[in-house]
């Protein structure tokens, strides 16, 4: 039987929405039975490595949150009652969003996922645990159906590139409810040769 874990406290309103941990190894074991990275929101490391010395509290962000939840491995506690409602209804209704769906993807296929919007994209994922090495993907989610932006691309590609990270759109099909499929797409630069440079030199 999974042990459950308590979050102490949880502010979800329209300024704040998040879970706290104020235990380090809670944090440790977030992160290494589940996967899921706690942000350290306390005391300031000088570097990822000295986390065991942070002060906490830690953050754990919403679609941590809906994951653990939903799987049972935690338990809503909040000092605000407003606040726990908030989290249920925004569960709710989001448990079937192209976001989660694709969070729980990820997670089903093993990476350590954290949110993307510093890279100006949805998720960021990990193949590896985020304290010892770099990201791998920068994950942009849409559903099937939707129209792809040109300009966001570009925008996108640029920071892939310039960040060294794979840029994945993930194209959600909830057409049957039962049968969710998800599908991941890539793109990246590709540079052209001239081929004319290579017979000119052999002319001259």
């Known amino acids: 039987m999974e042990e ?19 235990d380090y190894k809670l944090v440790e074991q977030m992160r290494e039975k589940y ?21 906490g509290p830690y953050m754990l962000h919403k679609y941590d949150l809906f994951f653990l939840y939903e799987n049972k491995y935690i338990i809503i506690n909040s000092k605000n009652i407003e606040d726990e409602k908030n989290f249920l209804i925004e569960y709710e209704n989001n448990k ?17 996922i954290i949110p993307g919007k ?7 994922v990990y193949k590896e645990d985020p304290n010892f090495t770099h990201s791998n993907y920068l994950i942009s989610c849409k559903n099937i159906n939707d129209n792809i932006d ?4 570009i925008n ?3 920071v892939s590139f310039g960040t060294l990270k794979m840029l994945l759109y993930a194209f959600v ?7 969710i499929k998800i599908n991941y797409l890539n793109l990246s630069w590709t540079q052209i040769k001239n081929e004319n440079e290579g017979s000119s030199k052999k002319n001259n």
Not at 96 to 112: A, P, T
Not at 150 to 153: E, L, N, S
Request: hydrophobic share 35%.
């Open 4 to 22: 459950t874990f308590t979050i102490i406290e949880i502010k979800w309103n329209s300024k704040c929405k998040m879970g706290i941990i104020n």
């Open 35 to 55: 996967k899921i990275i706690c942000e350290p929101i306390g005391s300031p490391a000088i570097s990822k490595h000295q986390n065991h010395l942070l002060i």
């Open 96 to 112: 079937n969003s192209i976001l989660y769906l694709v969070y729980k993807d990820l997670h089903q296929k093993d990476y350590f």
């Open 118 to 124: 510093k890279y100006g994209v949805d998720f960021l």
């Open 150 to 153: 040109v300009k966001d691309v």
């Open 156 to 158: 996108n590609e640029r």
């Open 173 to 179: 099909d909830d057409k049957n409810k039962d049968d």
